[in-house]
């Protein structure tokens, strides 16, 4: 399966973007779907996850409600929706796949088997 990132861009604090994940090659219902992003000079984080039904988790600290995760299976796309963002938010963005169908959500990395090559998110301050 390849999965494609977009929606990135170069934006001012308080912003918003919408991040989209487009999967090709496999047929995404089935797999919890996730957003990571990693920042120059720190380790990959967490942000959000989404299952097969539909059931949401989110690295609270970090986002704290600002971010919602979506999924449209019919277009096979994952979603991103970031609002008020800030500049420690300055990443890059990365969606993944599950390893396995009908899993709950994951937050960890080594439980995505897919990845995407990211999308440059830049906050100004």
């Known amino acids: 399966v390849r999965l494609q990132e977009s929606g990135g861009g170069l934006v001012e604090a308080g912003d918003s973007l919408n991040l989209s994940c487009v999967a090709s090659g496999r047929a995404l219902i089935g797999y919890a779907m996730g957003w990571f992003r990693q920042a120059p000079g720190k380790e990959p984080e967490f942000v959000a996850s989404i299952n097969w039904s539909g059931g949401r988790l989110y690295n609270v600290e970090s986002v704290k409600g600002r971010f919602t995760i979506s999924r449209d299976d019919a277009k096979n796309t994952v979603y991103l929706q970031m609002n008020s963002l800030k500049p420690e938010d300055t990443a890059v963005y990365y969606c993944?796949?599950?390893?396995?169908?009908?899993?709950?959500?994951?937050?960890?990395?080594?439980?995505?088997?897919?990845w995407g090559q990211g999308t440059q998110v830049t906050v100004s301050s």
């Open positions: 993944a796949a599950d390893r396995s169908m009908y899993r709950g959500s994951q937050a960890k990395e080594n439980e995505y088997g897919y």
